[in-house]
């Protein structure tokens, strides 16, 4: 049978049904192998990732993937694997600059993403990446805290909540009397017009 036929007839097969992939399990390098093949056998990127859809399930790369793979097998590429990337690898995520920024920030809730730019000797964007994504702290009112509630945190809403609960089961018309808010504070300022 054709691959082709047998790609749009196993695509073709799974719909309307609530089946597991029976491939989820399956490495980048072989769905690259999968795309080489079936680019080779004439199928259209589309149903390329149509066809590994069915199979792979959620662990199937993007289409915009399966295009830009068939692309670089048009260009005479015959590797399934990613290619090595010219230049350094990057130095400023490293743990010892983690721990620094770390300690920075428990000596003084105050400090500024450039003054750990500048202690790390690394840009703006990288000490903020740092503090950020690497180690999960926000600023609030001028000091950095981290995302996560504590125990206590988590406690006291508990407590909130379930007053409040208390509250509208003895008068349910407290809805209409209930003001909410999140962390995040507007400050509405309408000037006044200068005529």
Same mark, same amino acid.
Request: include cysteine; proline fraction near 3%.
């Given at each position: 049978?054709?691959?082709?036929?047998?790609?749009?007839?196993?695509?073709?097969?799974?719909? @309307?049904?609530?089946? =597991?992939?029976?491939?989820?399990?399956?490495?980048?390098?072989?769905?690259? @192998?999968? &795309?080489?093949?079936?680019?080779?056998?004439? !199928?259209?990127?589309?149903? *390329?990732?149509? +066809?590994?859809?069915?199979?792979? @399930? #959620?662990?199937?790369?993007?289409? #915009?993937?399966?295009?830009?793979?068939?692309?670089?097998?048009?260009?005479?590429?015959?590797?399934?694997? $990613?290619?090595?990337?010219?230049?350094?690898?990057?130095?400023?995520?490293?743990?010892?600059?983690? =721990?620094?920024?770390?300690?920075?920030?428990?000596? $003084?809730?105050?400090?500024? %993403?450039?003054?750990?730019?500048?202690?790390?000797?690394?840009?703006?964007?990288?000490?903020?990446?740092?503090?950020?994504?690497?180690?999960?702290?926000?600023?609030?009112?001028?000091?950095? &805290?981290?995302?996560?509630?504590?125990? !206590?945190?988590?406690?006291? +809403?508990?407590?909130?909540?379930?007053?409040?609960?208390?509250?509208?089961?003895? $008068?349910?018309? *407290?809805?209409?009397?209930? %003001?909410?808010?999140?962390?995040?504070?507007?400050?509405?300022? $309408?000037?006044?017009?200068?005529?």
């Amino acid at each position: 049978m054709c691959s082709t036929a047998l790609c749009l007839q196993l695509s073709g097969s799974n719909k @309307g049904e609530n089946m =597991d992939a029976p491939l989820q399990d399956c490495t980048i390098k072989e769905q690259h @192998g999968v &795309v080489r093949f079936l680019w080779a056998e004439g !199928v259209k990127p589309v149903e *390329i990732h149509h +066809c590994m859809l069915a199979q792979y @399930g #959620q662990s199937t790369m993007s289409q #915009q993937k399966v295009c830009e793979w068939v692309e670089r097998f048009k260009l005479s590429r015959t590797r399934v694997t $990613d290619e090595g990337r010219s230049g350094r690898p990057s130095t400023s995520h490293t743990q010892d600059h983690i =721990d620094r920024a770390d300690a920075m920030i428990r000596e $003084d809730r105050q400090i500024t %993403v450039s003054e750990v730019a500048a202690h790390l000797d690394t840009s703006y964007g990288s000490a903020y990446a740092i503090l950020h994504d690497d180690l999960g702290y926000r600023k609030v009112c001028a000091q950095w &805290v981290p995302k996560e509630l504590t125990v !206590v945190h988590k406690r006291q +809403c508990m407590q909130v909540a379930t007053q409040f609960v208390r509250w509208y089961e003895e $008068d349910p018309s *407290i809805l209409q009397r209930t %003001v909410t808010g999140n962390e995040t504070w507007v400050h509405h300022y $309408d000037p006044e017009s200068k005529r």
